[in-house]
């Protein structure tokens, strides 16, 4: 399908009939993507800073666990539940504005979780910047495929991975510094500059492009379909860890949400405009890269979920050397993800995405080997291998996606490309914390007993298990330090195995993604994307 571009008026911009080159900074290319990239770094950030400020709300706040819970999964939610209506939304209205609220709205949201003084107040403002990042990231992702020619977009997507990657990485070290020296407000006060410094730039610089056969209407009905989908998915995801996988409840909400999508896909295929053309799957290069980035989401925040508790608990790290000590894997993916550009622009993305995957799967098995003494040489070796696999699948994966879509639906296919990481981090977390709580379940009663151990009762060692899954040694104050240290021994080990056996599962479904990896191919629709400014 081809689409032509053409740019609504608004204030400094050119209308339709003066379709020429961009004149200096405004409609830039590049200068977009600089843009761009400032805003998506706030929503990157929140998806792993937050975690490390989580102790200190708790203490300042009076929260309790499962309102800290609260803090992370009401801003997934929201997140995740949104993305596809945003990037509609961005589709029908226009990319800029839709990028103008979310920064907007982020960065206001933000501020006002820092001056909150309860927690209920918090969990309300993460929704609200969820929801903001949720416009945000779509229209950033359509924003770049309008204004890039062809022959630039996947470089361009590149450093937009980098900026992606590198923040997801390095919000744990950004984090533990603000805690550590500041306080916990400072972890969202942050955003509001830097809001500040993306909106300034987004009224300066971007261009609202829109395609001719752009969107209309609203499918409400198929937005109430899909979200509430999603949200049974979502929910059921995170709540079954604390469930449990076999318990009615969690089969209910995805019961309900293979029903509900059911039922969309039912509806789409009958209303006028829908939100989703199902004609988009058709295209089998973009329904595997949407596959191919819930695969890479599944290894990759799946496996590193346990390396955060591996660092801090067993290696009696500080957030903030653990976080340095992820330095590798963030370094790989800011070196890796332009050059991963530069590959897939010459050769095409089917062998950088297998080559990417087929080095996630070795990480993942070489983080598999990792023990309680394990050197940080030998950590770093793992890790900067995951950030080397990881980036050219971050980009070649989204290229294929949004390229393989028409530019009218770019933001739908920017929105389907978030909502497929965000659901793929959510069943990693959730499948690989199933396999490894299931390993510590099975492991626990007999290395306790082999370490000559005191009997403990079956609702002793559940107890100790909670404890152990996150590497914590259940030692009971008062212990002699001889026990106490046979306790820690049990539990490190015993996390041990459990991460081993998680880590090994995440590099089978690297594998799996890398025969996934040879159904893609280059955007049949990259040259209806041909941007409009100079490079």
């Not at 006002?112 to 990231?137: D, E, P, Y």
């Not at 009958?270 to 058709?282: G, N, S, T, W």
């Not at 793929?424 to 290395?447: C, E, H, I, P, Q």
Request: hydrophobic share 55%; charged share 10%.
């Amino acid at each position: 399908m081809t689409s032509q571009t053409i740019e609504t008026t608004g204030p400094g911009d050119r209308g339709p009939s003066d379709a020429g080159p961009a004149k200096g900074l405004r409609g830039h290319p590049w200068a977009t993507l600089i843009t761009v990239a400032v805003g998506v770094m706030m929503v990157a950030l929140d998806g792993t800073i937050v975690a490390i400020a989580n102790p200190a709300i708790g203490k300042d706040l009076g929260a309790s666990w499962s309102e800290l819970q609260w803090i992370t999964n009401a801003y997934f939610l929201a997140l995740a539940v949104t993305l596809i209506t945003a990037g509609k939304l961005g589709d029908r209205f226009g990319h800029r504005q839709t990028f103008l609220i979310g920064v907007a709205g982020f960065a206001v949201s933000s501020g006002a979780i820092g001056l909150s003084g309860s927690i209920g107040a918090v969990v309300v403002f993460r929704v609200f910047q969820g929801l903001f990042g949720a416009l945000l990231m779509p229209a950033a992702l359509g924003l770049l495929r309008a204004t890039f020619p062809a022959e630039k977009l996947n470089m361009a997507i590149g450093i937009w991975g980098m900026v992606i990657g590198a923040s997801t990485a390095g919000g744990p070290i950004l984090g533990g510094v603000l805690v550590e020296h500041v306080n916990w407000q400072s972890v969202f006060f942050i955003n509001v500059p830097v809001g500040v410094v993306a909106l300034v730039l987004g009224v300066l610089i971007l261009l609202d492009h829109r395609a001719e056969n752009a969107p209309r209407s609203f499918d409400i009905v198929g937005i109430v379909l899909l979200s509430a989908s999603m949200f049974c998915l979502v929910w059921a995801l995170i709540k079954a860890p604390e469930w449990g996988w076999g318990d009615g409840k969690t089969w209910l909400f995805i019961v309900v949400s293979v029903v509900g999508f059911a039922l969309f896909a039912l509806w789409e295929t009958k209303v006028k405009e829908p939100l989703i053309p199902l004609a988009m799957f058709r295209s089998v290069p973009l329904s595997a890269g949407v596959v191919l980035m819930v695969l890479m989401a599944i290894a990759f925040m799946g496996g590193l979920f346990f390396v955060t508790f591996y660092l801090q608990n067993v290696h009696g790290m500080s957030p903030v050397d653990a976080g340095l000590h992820l330095l590798p894997l963030t370094a790989m993916m800011i070196v890796g993800s332009p050059a991963a550009g530069a590959m897939i622009t010459r050769f095409g993305p089917r062998l950088p995405l297998a080559g990417g995957m087929a080095l996630t799967a070795i990480a993942m098995y070489g983080m598999s080997t990792l023990e309680t003494d394990t050197g940080s040489l030998a950590m770093s070796i793992w890790f900067a291998l995951l950030g080397l696999g990881l980036a050219p699948v971050m980009v070649g994966a989204t290229e294929v996606i949004v390229g393989n879509a028409p530019l009218e639906l770019s933001g739908v296919a920017g929105g389907l490309q978030q909502a497929a990481m965000q659901i793929g981090g959510s069943l990693g977390t959730a499948v690989l914390g199933a396999v490894m709580a299931s390993k510590v379940d099975n492991d626990l009663a007999g290395n306790w007993a082999d370490a000559g151990l005191p009997q403990a009762s079956p609702a002793q060692l559940d107890a100790a298990a909670e404890a152990v899954q996150q590497g914590i040694a259940p030692v009971p104050p008062g212990t002699p330090a001889p026990v106490a240290e046979k306790i820690a021994d049990v539990a490190h080990d015993t996390f041990i195995s459990g991460m081993s056996l998680a880590s090994l599962t995440a590099a089978g479904v690297a594998v799996v993604a890398v025969f996934v990896a040879f159904l893609t191919k280059k955007g049949e629709n990259a040259e209806a994307g041909a941007g409009v400014g100079h490079i």
